[in-house]
Nanobody, 119 residues
Framework: QVQLVESGGGLVQAGGSLTLSCAASGSIFRRITTMGWHRQAPGKQRELVATITQGGTANYADSVKSRFTMSRDNAKNMVYLQMNGLKPEDTALYYC????????????WGQGTQVTVSS
């Protein structure tokens, strides 16, 4: 089974930057296909921020395009989310996810890391 641990969250002023990391442990990392970053603000539904394929192709939500960059290091079992130009509306709990379409539970979630952007 895959375990995911996020880190790198914190408090930053508007316009600042943060880099989130997600470490995937477990002997089946090679069976992970797409990985993603999601976020959930208080009182709102969880939303998809970015995804990245095994081959490194990333896609982004319109709200973060040109500001956020997702990357993946398969050798280190890590994914990252570089966040620039942060806005107060980016404040949320950020979660990492991993898809294992050939292995239950098919989608694994981390516990999340808090990002707070002050105005």
């Amino acid at each position: 089974q895959v375990q995911l641990v996020e880190s790198g969250g914190g408090l930053v002023q508007a316009g600042g930057s943060l880099t989130l990391s997600c470490a995937a442990s477990g002997s089946i990392f090679r069976r992970i296909t797409t990985m993603g970053w999601h976020r959930q603000a208080p009182g709102k539904q969880r939303e998809l921020v970015a995804t990245i394929t095994q081959g490194g192709t990333a896609n982004y939500a319109d709200s973060v395009k040109s500001r956020f960059t997702m990357s993946r290091d398969n050798a280190k079992n890590m994914v990252y989310l570089q966040m620039n130009g942060l806005k107060p509306e980016d404040t949320a709990l950020y979660y990492c996810s991993a898809d294992t379409p050939s292995l239950y539970p098919y989608v694994t979630w981390g516990q999340g890391t808090q990002v707070t952007v002050s105005s």
